[in-house]
C-alpha cells in the first residue's frame, strides 16, 4: 500500500479545492461573529467562568497600527547587491519581498478603490485583509466585509492565485440549468451566480488577465438584490490596478537588467510592470540556484551513473525552484530520482509527519538521519520491484529522493552521499 504518495496525492488535492475552502472558513467566522454579537447583545461573557480574573498590569487600551509592507526600494537595492556577491540566496528572498511590497501596494489600491458601504451595508476597516506571498500559488488576495444586522456581503478579489483559477472555471461551460446556478453577465464580464437554497448567495467574476472577483451575500431575499449590491463594485477599476497597458520590454535579459528595469517601473509608479520584472528576475536567480545544485550532487551512487542529457532545474508558479536528477544503472533495472522543490505545496504533509512520531508509525514509516537532517522514509508495501521514498524538508524546500529495485542497504548508503546540508544552505 503507497501510504505517503497518497497522503501528498491528498494534499494537491485540497489545494486545489481551496476556493470552496476559503468559502467554508469565511462562513465559519462569520458564524463566530454572529455568535459574539448575540452574546453581547444576552449580556453573556464567552470567557469561562472559572478562570482567574486576568492581571491588571496591562491595562492600555491603545491599539496598535498594522505593520507597514516590505520597503520595495530596499529590497531591490539589497537584491543587486547580493547578486553582485553572488550570494543568490540573499537575492532571492530580497526579491520575494520586493515582490510582495508591490502586490500589497496594488492590495492597498484596490482596498481603496472599494466602495465603503454597499446596499446600506457599512464596511468593517478591521476586516479588510490584503494577503501576499511575493510569489507562489496564494498570489494575491484582497478582501472587505460589509455588514448591517443579519445582512453581510463579502468582496474578494483573486490575482495570480487559487482564487483566479476559480474564476476562470467559472467563465468556461461549468454553470449548471439548475434553480441554484447560473451563467450572468455583468460589466461586460461574464460570472456565475450560486444560491445555496437558504438566503446566501455567490457570485463569481473572472476579470483582466489572471483574476476573479467574488461577491458573497447573506441575508439577500433574491438574486436582483445581489446583482444591485454587485453594480457598487468597479471591475475596471481593478482590472486598471492589476494591469500595465504599456510593456516593459525585459524579453531575453539577466536577473541584473531585470531588478535595474524593475527599479525604474517602480520609480514611475508602474506597479504589474514591476511585478513582471521581479518575477523574471527571481526566475533568473532560481535557474541560477538550480545550475548550482546540480553541480553538488555527485556524478555516480555507487554502480548508477547521473543521466545529466536528463537533469532539468526550473521555476515555475507555486512549485517555486524545481531540480531533477535521474541515476540509472547500466542496464536500467536500478533507479534513483532526486527531486527538490522550494516553496512546495507538499511540504505541510512532511513536516507534519516528521513533527508526530505516533502518526509516521501509524503509517508504517520511519524517522532517519540524511547529513544530519530528519527526513520521513517509506519502504512500499508490496511494490515490485522495490520501491523506496526518502523525503526531507528545510525551511519551504523539499528533497525527495525515490529508489527503485535498490536494496534497503545501498538506499540508505546513497542517501548519504548527497550532499543534503549544502543544499539547504545554498537555497534558505
Same mark, same amino acid.
Request: hydrophobic letters at 40%.
Given at each position: 500500500?503507497?501510504? +505517503?504518495?497518497?497522503?501528498?496525492?491528498?494534499?494537491?488535492?485540497?489545494? &486545489?479545492?481551496?476556493?470552496?475552502?476559503?468559502?467554508?472558513?469565511?462562513?465559519?467566522?462569520?458564524?463566530?461573529?454572529?455568535?459574539?454579537?448575540?452574546?453581547?447583545?444576552?449580556?453573556?461573557?464567552?470567557?469561562?467562568?472559572?478562570?482567574?480574573?486576568?492581571?491588571?498590569?496591562?491595562?492600555?487600551?491603545? $491599539?496598535?497600527?498594522?505593520? @507597514?509592507?516590505?520597503?520595495?526600494?530596499?529590497? *531591490?537595492? /539589497?537584491?543587486? @547587491?547580493?547578486?553582485?556577491?553572488?550570494?543568490?540566496?540573499?537575492?532571492?528572498?530580497?526579491?520575494?519581498?520586493?515582490?510582495?511590497? +508591490?502586490?500589497?501596494?496594488?492590495?492597498?489600491?484596490?482596498?481603496?478603490?472599494?466602495?465603503?458601504?454597499?446596499?446600506?451595508?457599512?464596511?468593517?476597516?478591521?476586516?479588510?485583509?490584503?494577503?501576499?506571498?511575493? =510569489?507562489?500559488?496564494?498570489?494575491?488576495? %484582497?478582501?472587505?466585509?460589509?455588514?448591517?444586522?443579519?445582512?453581510?456581503?463579502?468582496?474578494?478579489?483573486? /490575482? /495570480?492565485?487559487?482564487?483566479?483559477?476559480?474564476?476562470?472555471?467559472?467563465?468556461?461551460?461549468?454553470?449548471?440549468?439548475?434553480?441554484?446556478?447560473?451563467?450572468?453577465?455583468?460589466?461586460?464580464?461574464?460570472?456565475?451566480? &450560486?444560491?445555496?437554497?437558504?438566503?446566501?448567495?455567490?457570485?463569481?467574476?473572472?476579470?483582466?488577465?489572471?483574476?476573479?472577483?467574488?461577491?458573497?451575500?447573506?441575508?439577500?431575499?433574491?438574486?436582483?438584490? +445581489?446583482?444591485?449590491?454587485?453594480?457598487?463594485?468597479?471591475?475596471?477599476?481593478?482590472?486598471?490596478?492589476?494591469?500595465?497597458?504599456?510593456?516593459?520590454?525585459?524579453?531575453?535579459?539577466?536577473?541584473?537588467?531585470?531588478?535595474?528595469?524593475?527599479?525604474?517601473?517602480? /520609480?514611475?509608479?508602474?506597479?504589474?510592470?514591476?511585478?513582471?520584472?521581479?518575477?523574471?528576475?527571481?526566475?533568473?536567480?532560481? $535557474?541560477?540556484?538550480?545550475?548550482?545544485?546540480?553541480?553538488?550532487?555527485?556524478?555516480?551512487?555507487?554502480? *548508477?551513473?547521473?543521466?545529466?542529457?536528463?537533469?532539468?532545474?526550473?521555476?515555475?508558479?507555486? @512549485?517555486? %525552484?524545481?531540480?531533477?536528477?535521474?541515476?540509472?544503472?547500466?542496464?536500467?533495472?536500478?533507479?534513483?530520482?532526486?527531486?527538490?522543490?522550494?516553496?512546495?505545496?507538499?511540504?505541510?504533509?512532511?513536516?507534519?509527519?516528521?513533527?508526530?512520531?505516533?502518526?509516521?508509525?501509524?503509517?508504517?514509516?520511519?524517522?532517519?538521519?540524511?547529513?544530519?537532517? $530528519?527526513?520521513?522514509?517509506?519502504?512500499?508495501?508490496?511494490?515490485?520491484?522495490?520501491?523506496?521514498?526518502?523525503? =526531507?524538508?528545510?525551511?519551504?524546500?523539499?528533497?525527495?529522493?525515490?529508489?527503485?529495485?535498490?536494496?534497503?542497504?545501498?538506499?540508505?548508503?546513497?542517501?548519504?552521499? %548527497?550532499? +543534503?546540508?549544502?543544499? &539547504?544552505?545554498?537555497? $534558505?
Amino acid at each position: 500500500m503507497k501510504k +505517503v504518495p497518497q497522503f501528498l496525492a491528498m494534499c494537491v488535492v485540497m489545494l &486545489f479545492l481551496v476556493p470552496s475552502t476559503t468559502h467554508a472558513q469565511l462562513g465559519t467566522l462569520k458564524r463566530r461573529l454572529e455568535k459574539k454579537i448575540v452574546d453581547k447583545m444576552l449580556g453573556e461573557d464567552e470567557s469561562d467562568t472559572n478562570a482567574p480574573a486576568e492581571s491588571s498590569e496591562n491595562t492600555s487600551t491603545t $491599539k496598535g497600527k498594522k505593520l @507597514t509592507p516590505p520597503s520595495v526600494t530596499d529590497n *531591490l537595492s /539589497n537584491a543587486l @547587491t547580493a547578486l553582485e556577491a553572488s550570494q543568490y540566496a540573499n537575492a532571492r528572498y530580497d526579491i520575494k519581498e520586493a515582490t510582495r511590497g +508591490v502586490e500589497l501596494e496594488i492590495g492597498y489600491q484596490i482596498l481603496e478603490a472599494m466602495p465603503t458601504q454597499v446596499s446600506g451595508l457599512a464596511y468593517e476597516a478591521d476586516e479588510d485583509g490584503v494577503v501576499s506571498t511575493g =510569489i507562489g500559488f496564494v498570489g494575491l488576495v %484582497i478582501s472587505r466585509t460589509y455588514q448591517k444586522g443579519s445582512r453581510q456581503i463579502t468582496a474578494t478579489v483573486g /490575482n /495570480n492565485s487559487a482564487l483566479g483559477a476559480y474564476g476562470m472555471m467559472l467563465s468556461g461551460n461549468y454553470a449548471t440549468n439548475d434553480d441554484n446556478q447560473k451563467s450572468v453577465t455583468v460589466q461586460g464580464n461574464r460570472g456565475t451566480l &450560486f444560491f445555496d437554497g437558504g438566503n446566501e448567495y455567490r457570485l463569481g467574476i473572472p476579470f483582466a488577465q489572471s483574476s476573479a472577483f467574488v461577491l458573497e451575500c447573506d441575508g439577500f431575499g433574491d438574486e436582483a438584490e +445581489v446583482m444591485a449590491a454587485m453594480e457598487a463594485f468597479q471591475l475596471s477599476t481593478f482590472e486598471a490596478l492589476l494591469m500595465d497597458k504599456t510593456s516593459n520590454a525585459t524579453a531575453n535579459q539577466d536577473a541584473n537588467r531585470y531588478l535595474k528595469t524593475a527599479q525604474t517601473e517602480y /520609480n514611475g509608479k508602474k506597479l504589474d510592470n514591476t511585478r513582471v520584472a521581479l518575477q523574471q528576475a527571481l526566475a533568473e536567480v532560481d $535557474k541560477i540556484i538550480g545550475q548550482q545544485i546540480l553541480e553538488m550532487l555527485p556524478a555516480a551512487l555507487g554502480d *548508477l551513473q547521473a543521466v545529466t542529457t536528463q537533469d532539468s532545474h526550473t521555476s515555475a508558479g507555486f @512549485t517555486g %525552484i524545481y531540480i531533477q536528477r535521474i541515476y540509472e544503472s547500466a542496464d536500467k533495472s536500478e533507479r534513483i530520482e532526486v527531486n527538490l522543490m522550494n516553496d512546495s505545496p507538499l511540504l505541510a504533509g512532511v513536516t507534519t509527519f516528521l513533527a508526530s512520531p505516533l502518526i509516521a508509525v501509524a503509517a508504517g514509516n520511519k524517522v532517519i538521519k540524511v547529513d544530519g537532517y $530528519k527526513g520521513m522514509y517509506e519502504k512500499e508495501e508490496g511494490s515490485d520491484p522495490l520501491a523506496i521514498n526518502i523525503s =526531507i524538508p528545510s525551511n519551504q524546500t523539499l528533497l525527495t529522493l525515490n529508489f527503485t529495485k535498490v536494496s534497503e542497504t545501498n538506499a540508505n548508503t546513497y542517501a548519504q552521499q %548527497i550532499p +543534503v546540508g549544502d543544499i &539547504f544552505a545554498l537555497i $534558505k
